[in-house]
Nanobody
Framework: VQLQASGGGLVHPGGSLSLSCTASGRTFSAYTVGWFRQAPGKEREFVGGVFRNGGSTFYADAAKGRFTISRDNAKSTIYLQMNSLRPEDTAVYYC???????????????????WGQGTLVTVSS
């Protein structure tokens, strides 16, 4: 599967931004998709994910209450709605997919087989 992330840009602190991750392939519903981010000089970190089929979501603590992940299998697209953005949310955001993710591995980058190219989110006044 090929992933294409989009929707990044410049936003003021407290603002909102919605990212999309669109996948190729006909079995998109069979993939768990995770969102990760990487700030300059830092390691890639898990933001949140949505499980295959049933679509249960799981979030990192930094994202809880501010970010929402949803999926539209008919459009082969995963969305990351980000509200109340902070300067520390500035990073390149990546989506990743795998068919074999379980809860204990959802936050581990090496658990994913497929990665999108990343989209830059800058939160600044």
């Amino acid at each position: 599967v090929q992933l294409q992330a989009s929707g990044g840009g410049l936003v003021h602190p407290g603002g909102s931004l919605s990212l999309s991750c669109t996948a190729s392939g006909r079995t998109f519903s069979a993939y768990t998709v995770g969102w990760f981010r990487q700030a300059p000089g830092k390691e890639r970190e898990f933001v949140g994910g949505v499980f295959r089929n049933g679509g249960s979501t799981f979030y990192a603590d930094a994202a809880k209450g501010r970010f929402t992940i949803s999926r539209d299998n008919a459009k082969s697209t995963i969305y990351l709605q980000m509200n109340s953005l902070r300067p520390e949310d500035t990073a390149v955001y990546y989506c990743a997919a795998s068919r074999t993710i379980i809860l204990s591995s959802i936050a581990i980058p090496s658990s994913y087989n497929y990665w999108g190219q990343g989209t830059l989110v800058t939160v600044s006044s």
